[in-house]
């Protein structure tokens, strides 16, 4: 049976097509045209603009992060390997749910959503540098797992039985990608096998019996970490003027992977203070003077208490006098950790607190205390 009130017309066409005027009914029932259509979860709409599906399924990721975050919150945090596992099982399905067919392009609304993740977890604001979080966390991207699903679609496609009509809409796209010119998603897959100089890819009469994801994993995650590398080296800001955040963390992070300090077990606050102290959006000067109607020159944001020095993160955490009992303790916990400590450079020894496995969660505690007294000082 079919229900007329609940059946309508959706003609699928270029934007530069007028929709149709033939006159579609069910029985004695006028169908309407609809400009979309929601088919398993996915929205089709007439112009096929993935935009559209991808912001749903943006929507519903979210939703899923919510519960996963609303539960960490309950149970005062979770321990990196409990956090990705949920994050995977519950999350990442629904981002990469229809990939197959709308994933051959980066959307912001998708990447927002495994941002927020990061994000939370590290305890960092909305202005942190993405490279920052993605370098940290050392999961892969959203784009990586998009072109993944893609990729097995067309291999499925291109080992498929000629006599199935989903195969042969397959070669006649195939057909007219090669020969017209047209764009289509065939067309966007072997631009994008070719630009990755995997063109074994692209040959369709060849790839039955090839193991081909591991080198595709390793492809997607070389073009990852190029484009990563490239926007924690920069000089300038990435979106607006000034310099880029990372100037600290360049000299500390130098591989794209999971960071000791965020598998380690220690409370919320202490990562937080050191995931904020690493990705250069700790609350101070050199930070906040930033922001406002007040923004000031980098050279004239000024420590509240020493007046004439930059207040930077080397700054607060090697120098400043207000803060002389937390770091002498911490240097003394370097000294007994780490060898030959009190011979190496101010600079270096700047950097092992930031970084070293076996310091880290001395100086995320550290950290976190600095940031309480001064909130407390500068708000008197």
Request: aromatic share 12%; proline share 3%.
């Amino acid at each position: 049976m079919i229900n007329g009130d609940k059946t309508n017309i959706v003609h699928f066409r270029s934007k530069g097509s007028d929709r149709s005027k033939c006159v579609f009914t069910c029985g004695d029932v006028l169908l309407s045209y609809k400009d979309r259509y929601r088919y398993l979860g996915l929205w089709l709409t007439e112009h096929m603009d993935y935009d559209f599906m991808a912001k749903e399924v943006s929507k519903a990721a979210h939703r899923a992060l919510g519960l996963i975050i609303a539960k960490s919150k309950v149970l005062g945090g979770m321990p990196f390997e409990t956090f990705t596992t949920l994050y995977n099982a519950c999350v990442l399905p629904v981002i990469t749910y229809g990939a197959a067919i709308w994933g051959q392009k980066q959307y912001s609304c998708i990447d927002a959503v495994h941002n927020r993740a990061c994000r939370y977890y590290l305890g960092v604001n909305r202005y942190t540098p993405n490279a920052a979080i993605h370098g940290d966390m050392g999961w892969k991207l959203p784009y990586q797992h998009q072109w993944i699903q893609v990729t097995k679609q067309w291999v499925r496609m291109c080992n498929m039985d000629r006599r199935r009509l989903t195969k042969r809409v397959f070669l006649w796209a195939h057909d007219i990608a090669s020969r017209q010119r047209k764009k289509n998603w065939v067309s966007r897959c072997i631009k994008f096998y070719k630009d990755l100089h995997t063109d074994h890819l692209t040959q369709i009469d060849t790839l039955v019996g090839v193991d081909w994801q591991p080198d595709m994993e390793k492809v997607l995650f070389d073009q990852t970490v190029q484009s990563w590398q490239a926007d924690v080296t920069r000089e300038e800001a990435r979106h607006g003027s000034g310099r880029n955040k990372l100037r600290t963390y360049r000299t500390f992070k130098h591989e794209f992977e999971t960071e000791h300090y965020v598998k380690q077990i220690m409370p919320y606050p202490f990562r937080s203070a050191l995931a904020k102290f690493r990705c250069g959006v700790a609350p101070i000067r050199i930070e906040t003077g930033r922001y406002g109607h007040n923004r000031l020159p980098e050279n004239q944001r000024f420590c509240f208490n020493c007046q004439t020095e930059v207040e930077d993160e080397f700054h607060v955490l090697m120098f400043c006098p207000l803060y002389n009992d937390l770091r002498n303790e911490l240097v003394h916990r370097a000294e007994l950790a780490i060898p030959d400590y009190h011979l190496k450079m101010q600079s270096v020894q700047f950097q092992l607190l930031l970084s070293h496995e076996k310091i880290v969660n001395v100086t995320a505690k550290t950290l976190c205390h600095i940031l309480q007294r001064h909130t407390a000082l500068f708000s008197q």
